[in-house]
C-alpha cells in the first residue's frame, strides 16, 4: 500500500468517525446539563426548607463589577467588561458553548448578533439568532430572539423566543450576570431540549 492509499484510507476514517465524536460531545454535555439542573433544584429545596435566599452564581464566568443598564451613564463602561468576559467565556469554558460567533450590533449596543452549531440527526445545523438586552438588563435575563426548541414564549409574534422554563431562574437578579453567563445558560437549555423527552 502506498503512501497516497495510506493518508486516503486515514482521511476517510476521519470524516467517518467525526459526525460520532462530535455526537458524543452533545451527549456528554447534555448529561453535564442534566446534572447542573438537579444540582441547582436541589439548592433551590434546601433553601426553601431554611427559609434562607437562594443565591445562584454560573461559577465559570467572574461576576461582574460593573452594574449597569443601558440607560445608565456607565453602559460604555459595562459593555467593555460585556466584551471581556466573552473573551473568557471563549477561552475557558469553550467545550460547554455551542456558540461560534457572537459580534456586537455596530448600530445598536443592545443587540448581539450571534451563530450556533450543533449536530443533529447526523447533520450540522447552523442557527443565526439575536440576544436583546431589555430596558432593565442586567437585573432583568436578555432575550434570544428566533432561537428555541419545541417550546416558545406566547404569543410568539415576529420572534420565537425560547422558553426557558425552570433554567431562567438561576439568572441573578442583582445585575452581576451579563452576556456570557447567559450563553451558557443557553446551552444547558439547548442540550436539554435536544437531548431530553421533556424540559420542565
Given at each position: 500500500?502506498?503512501?497516497?492509499?495510506?493518508?486516503?484510507?486515514?482521511?476517510?476514517?476521519?470524516?467517518?468517525?467525526?459526525?460520532?465524536?462530535?455526537?458524543?460531545?452533545?451527549?456528554?454535555?447534555?448529561?453535564?446539563?442534566?446534572?447542573?439542573?438537579?444540582?441547582?433544584?436541589?439548592?433551590?429545596?434546601?433553601?426553601?426548607?431554611?427559609?434562607?435566599?437562594?443565591?445562584?452564581n454560573e461559577t465559570e464566568i467572574p461576576s461582574f463589577k460593573?452594574?449597569?443598564?443601558?440607560?445608565?451613564?456607565?453602559?460604555?463602561?459595562?459593555?467593555?467588561?460585556?466584551?471581556?468576559?466573552?473573551?473568557?467565556?471563549?477561552?475557558?469554558?469553550?467545550?460547554?458553548?455551542?456558540?461560534?460567533?457572537?459580534?456586537?450590533?455596530?448600530?445598536?449596543?443592545?443587540?448581539?448578533?450571534?451563530?450556533?452549531?450543533?449536530?443533529?440527526?447526523?447533520?450540522?445545523?447552523?442557527?443565526?439568532?439575536?440576544?436583546?438586552?431589555?430596558?432593565?438588563?442586567p437585573y432583568e435575563c436578555p432575550i434570544?430572539?428566533?432561537?428555541?426548541?419545541?417550546?416558545?414564549?406566547?404569543?410568539?409574534?415576529?420572534?420565537?423566543?425560547?422558553?426557558?422554563?425552570?433554567?431562567?431562574?438561576?439568572?441573578?437578579?442583582?445585575?452581576?450576570?451579563?452576556?456570557?453567563?447567559?450563553?451558557?445558560?443557553?446551552?444547558?437549555?439547548?442540550?436539554?431540549?435536544?437531548?431530553?423527552?421533556?424540559?420542565?
Open positions: 500500500m502506498s503512501d497516497a492509499d495510506g493518508h486516503l484510507i486515514e482521511h476517510k476514517f476521519r470524516s467517518a468517525i467525526q459526525p460520532m465524536l462530535s455526537q458524543w460531545d452533545q451527549f456528554k454535555n447534555a448529561i453535564f446539563a442534566e446534572l447542573r439542573i438537579l444540582r441547582h433544584e436541589l439548592q433551590v429545596k434546601i433553601a426553601q426548607i431554611n427559609g434562607k435566599p437562594l443565591i445562584l460593573t452594574i449597569a443598564s443601558p440607560t445608565s451613564k456607565d453602559w460604555d463602561t459595562r459593555l467593555k467588561e460585556e466584551k471581556e468576559k466573552l473573551e473568557y467565556l471563549k477561552f475557558n469554558c469553550h467545550e460547554q458553548i455551542i456558540f461560534k460567533e457572537i459580534q456586537p450590533d455596530p448600530k445598536n449596543s443592545r443587540i448581539y448578533n450571534c451563530r450556533s452549531e450543533f449536530i443533529l440527526d447526523k447533520e450540522t445545523t447552523r442557527v443565526f439568532f439575536q440576544i436583546r438586552l431589555p430596558l432593565r438588563y434570544a430572539d428566533n432561537f428555541g426548541f419545541k417550546h416558545y414564549i406566547q404569543p410568539a409574534g415576529d420572534h420565537r423566543n425560547a422558553c426557558l422554563g425552570q433554567i431562567k431562574e438561576r439568572w441573578n437578579k442583582d445585575g452581576s450576570m451579563g452576556i456570557a453567563h447567559f450563553l451558557l445558560i443557553l446551552s444547558y437549555y439547548t442540550a436539554l431540549a435536544l437531548f431530553t423527552k421533556n424540559l420542565y
